[in-house]
Structure formats: C-alpha cells, structure tokens
C-alpha cells in the first residue's frame, strides 16, 4: 500500500534527522565545554607558573617542596580534567558494559565545578556504595551533564545540588538524582519539558550554554535506550528533582548448594 510505503520512509527519515539532532547537541556541549575548560586551564597553568616562580627564587628546601607539591596537584587536577572532556568527546564504546556512575558524577563535575562557584551554587555529594549500572558510560556523562547545567541555570543568584546515588535492591536498579533548589518548573510546563525544542531559555546565556530545548529530549533518548528511565519532580518557587534509573548489571549468582541432605556436614558445592 502506498500509505504505508510513505510512512515507514517517513519513519526513517525521522530516525536520520533524529541521529543527526543527537549529533549536534553533542558537538554544541562541547563547544560550551570548550570555554569552561580554556578558563580552567588557565587557571591550573597560573597555578603551575607561580609556583614554579616560587621554587627558583626561594631555595630553602621546604618552599621548594611546598612548591613542588603545588605543581603536582595542578597537574593532576588538569588531568583529571582532560580525562573528563576526552570520555566525553570519544565514543569510549558504544554498547553498555558495567559502569561505575560514582566515577561518572566525578568526571563530569569536573566540567561544571568551576562555573558552580561562580554562580554561588553549593554541591551536596550522596554517593553511597551501589553496584555498577549496565550502561554507556559516555552517554551518561552526557545526560548528568545537561541535567546539572539546567540545575544551575535554574538558580541564577545561587542555591544548592544535591546527586544522590542509591540502589534499589529489590528491583536492582541503581538511581541518580540531582535535585536543586532553583525556580521550579509550572505545572502546565511540566510535560513539555522532554518535547525536542521546547524551552523556556531566551537564547545561551552569559557562560554560552541553554536555549536549544534539546538537553532534556536528548536525555530521555538515551534513557529508553537504556531500559531506564528519566523521573521530574518539580515544584515552583522550591526546586526540581530529576531521578536516572538504571539497570543494575547483573553479578554472578551466588552457588547454593540444596541437593545435600541437611542433616550432612557442610561440603564444598561442587558442579560435577
Ligand atoms: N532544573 C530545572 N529547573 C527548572 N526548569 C527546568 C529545569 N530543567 C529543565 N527545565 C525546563 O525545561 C526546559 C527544557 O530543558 P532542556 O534542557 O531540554 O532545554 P534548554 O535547557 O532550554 O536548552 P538546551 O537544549 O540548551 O539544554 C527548560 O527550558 C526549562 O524551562
Ligand atoms: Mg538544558
């Protein structure tokens, strides 16, 4: 049938224009890491500079090793920054493998600490211990991105974040939230906010990010292709609460050994 012909190209056409989107909000986030991460250089190669300064004019031994260890922190923070953009630019892999999201809330607040002080924003880590996630580390770091520069564009005179990970044992899911303190999303608003293109954002702002009305469209994407999914929480003039779940990967099970008599004394389980 002809309908039919028409539609399912249309479909793929879709899919096409949608992978594309996807590719752009890509390349537009880094464009805005980008600037954050030229200042923050600076500011670790100022730091590295001074005090390198420092230990060619003052020789005694312990200015020198103060100086020294200076440097070293300097240079491990730049690292750890560079660790940060390169997981993100990079398709470490594509498919989804055991993933440590604790180490993915560090890497990616790394890109964003710099611009969480300079808009007052306080950072509340709950990181308890849970499992790994089955997930694709890269793309994670990318939702958790969006979803901490939506937070603090919401607080423009400063608040708090909280990201809290937990684990749901009885379903074995694992749960990332961030939860800020910002202006709150209205009710009528509130199941737009996936829509590609809706946003209420005037254009970038002054640090150059928002106003696309992708981030959270692009955020739901890869939580589907996840099998997780993506929860708000909102409420005006208090703050928004967004909550990542995700599949816990799957540990080996534990061997129970229920063919010997109970009343036998404990043996090692043995398969054959
Ligand atoms: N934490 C939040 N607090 C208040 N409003 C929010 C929050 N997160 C999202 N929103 C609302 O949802 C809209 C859509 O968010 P989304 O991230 O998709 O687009 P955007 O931030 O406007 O632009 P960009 O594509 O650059 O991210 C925002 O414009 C804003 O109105
Ligand atoms: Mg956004």
Redesign the pocket.
């Given at each position: 049938m002809a309908g039919g012909t028409a539609s399912s190209h249309d479909a793929e056409k879709i899919a096409l224009l949608e992978q594309q989107l996807r590719q752009a909000?890509k390349l537009?986030a880094m464009g805005e890491l980008v600037s954050t991460t030229t200042h923050e250089f600076n500011n670790v190669l100022t730091t590295i500079i001074n005090y390198a300064k420092l230990g060619l004019r003052q020789r005694d031994e312990p200015t020198r090793t103060k100086a020294l260890e200076k440097i070293l922190a300097a240079g491990q923070r730049a690292a750890r920054i560079t660790t940060g953009i390169l997981g993100f630019a990079r398709n470490r892999s594509a498919g989804q493998e055991p993933t440590d999201l604790a180490r993915i809330v560090e890497d990616t607040l790394v890109l964003v600490e710099r611009d969480f002080v300079k808009y007052r924003i306080a950072l509340d880590k709950q990181l308890a211990s849970v499992p790994p996630a089955l997930a694709n580390g890269n793309q994670i770091q990318q939702v958790l991105l969006?979803?901490l520069?939506?937070?603090r564009?919401?607080m423009p005179s400063g608040g708090q974040i909280v990201i809290k990970l937990s684990h749901d044992a009885a379903q074995n899911l694992v749960d990332l939230m961030v939860r800020?303190t910002?202006?709150?999303?209205p009710a009528d608003?509130l199941p737009r906010?996936?829509d590609r293109f809706?946003?209420?954002?005037s254009g970038?702002d002054e640090s150059g990010?928002?106003?696309?009305?992708?981030?959270?469209?692009l955020c739901k994407d890869v939580m589907e292709a996840h099998g997780g999914r993506i929860r708000v929480e909102?409420t005006p003039g208090k703050?928004?609460s967004?909550t990542l779940r995700l599949p816990a990967a799957s540990v080996p099970a534990p061997v129970i050994l229920t063919t010997a008599p109970i009343a036998a004394p404990a043996v090692p389980a043995s398969s054959g």
């Open positions: 909000q537009t969006n979803l520069i939506n937070a564009q919401a800020d910002g202006c709150g999303i608003k906010i996936f809706f946003s209420t954002k970038p990010q928002g106003g696309s009305g992708l981030g959270l469209a909102s703050g928004t967004f």
